[in-house]
């Protein structure tokens, strides 16, 4: 069983440097290969470190934490408050076994 990992691709991530990336994940997406596929979704909050430490606002209105990407109605979404799934939750990556993961979370973070 093949499974698609799509990590925090959220417009407000989206930004002249990866805007490529939308492309190339929708048409993996839409190559009908993965039996089942995930996307994570980052959420800030006024109380948390990234506001605290980082004085970094982003990622809390509805504009930005919408997805850039057009998901499939049977995707399955893994809301986050933090830069992993290790951190808690329902699902964490632990329990997704023989996953692709589509590495962008640093790209888009920096």
């Known amino acids: 069983m093949k499974k698609l990992l799509i990590v925090d691709v959220q417009k407000g991530f989206i930004n002249e440097n990866n805007t490529f990336l939308v492309k190339s994940i929708e048409n993996l997406i839409n190559s009908n290969v993965f039996d089942q596929i995930f996307a994570t979704k980052f959420i800030n909050h006024p109380k948390s470190q990234f506001v605290e430490f980082l004085n970094w606002h982003k990622l809390m209105e509805k504009s930005e934490l ?33 996953f692709i993961y589509v590495e962008q979370t640093m790209m888009l973070v920096s």
């Open 66 to 98: 919408d997805f850039a990407i057009q998901l499939p109605s049977d995707v399955t979404v893994l809301e986050k408050t933090s830069y992993s799934l290790e951190a808690g939750g329902e699902f964490s990556l632990t329990k997704l076994t023989k």
